[in-house]
């Protein structure tokens, strides 16, 4: 664990591990503190060998923060996995409840250490969100683990399944750093407002309309098509004073999007709106780790 937020400087490194509706994993750390934001690993074995490879270059892991209770996000093979190896599990009260019901890990010999984050209450669009990292107000509460600083953000998915983004502050390097990560939602005005400005933004863009006419699927309403993607990032960088330095798409369906089409059409509605694109725009691999990304 780090010294308490924003007593010192750090630098700051994130990569995707995998991410599609077959399991998603992301990784953020530092020198000191280290963490994953969703674990979706069924494999036993496989989620053994991706903590172990994390260690390898990190050095330690110190907590999953877990965005919503379903297998893609949370698995069964990997609670026995975090169970084993002592690592904190932390989500809403409602996802760690829901995790309890569904795999009932309180059976087990090694149970995981199961933890609730403050509740975090749905963003009314119509105020002015000011500097949210900086000065959290009472109704958006935020909890520490280490160097980072995570604010919960509600965001609309499935019916029923309470699913989070992030907003994690850092210092680095004598300022703070606020990096944004949201997959699976579906309406992207709740999220909006902690995109202006940010350093750095994980965000979905799960799948391409014309693909899923060929290939329809009832879930891919629960979550943002390319073209939302794009208008969201588009929205975010008119408002926005400063770019961030990349904004990596993440969540892309196997059978109903492509890496291309996804860049594709982000690059391609900045360029119709006639406003410059101001960061490096990138897409995670499926099933395997991205590039390291030094933010």
């Known amino acids: 664990m780090g010294a308490p937020f924003g007593t010192r400087t750090v630098a700051i490194y994130f990569q995707s591990l995998c991410s599609s509706s077959a399991g998603n994993c992301l990784a953020l750390w530092t020198a000191t503190s280290s963490i994953f934001i969703d674990c979706g690993i069924k494999v036993q074995r496989e989620c053994r060998e991706m903590i172990e490879a994390h260690r390898r270059r990190a050095g330690h892991l110190d907590a999953v923060i877990v965005s919503h209770a379903h297998g ?29 019901e569904w795999h009932e890990p309180q059976a087990w010999k090694e149970p995981p250490r199961l933890e609730a984050f403050p509740v975090c209450h749905r963003l009314d669009d119509r105020r002015a969100c000011g500097h949210l990292f900086e000065d959290p107000r009472p109704d ?13 953000i509600e965001v609309p998915h499935a019916p029923h399944v309470p699913t989070f983004g992030f907003a994690i502050s850092a210092r680095d390097r004598g300022t ?3 990096l944004v990560f949201c997959t699976d939602f579906h309406d992207y005005a709740g999220i909006l407002p902690y995109v202006v400005d940010a350093d750095f933004v994980f965000v979905e863009a799960n799948h391409d309309l014309e693909l899923l006419r060929q290939h329809p699927n009832h879930a891919s309403r629960y979550h943002l098509n390319n073209m939302k993607t794009a208008s969201l990032l588009h929205h975010a960088a008119r408002q926005s004073v400063m770019a961030p330095g990349t904004v990596m798409l993440g969540h892309l369906s196997e059978e109903r999007n492509r890496r291309a089409l996804a860049l594709d059409e982000v690059t391609g509605m900045f360029a119709r709106q006639g406003t410059k694109m101001r960061f490096h725009l990138d897409a995670a691999p499926a099933r395997r780790p991205s590039a390291v990304v030094e933010i």
């Open 176 to 178: 703070t750093r606020h």
């Open 140 to 152: 958006r509460p935020t909890f520490d683990v280490g160097d980072f600083r995570v604010m919960p």
């Open 72 to 100: 893609d996000h949370m698995a069964y093979g990997s609670l026995r996995v975090l169970g084993r190896e002592g690592i904190r599990v932390l989500g809403d009260g409602r996802v760690v409840r829901h995790l309890r």
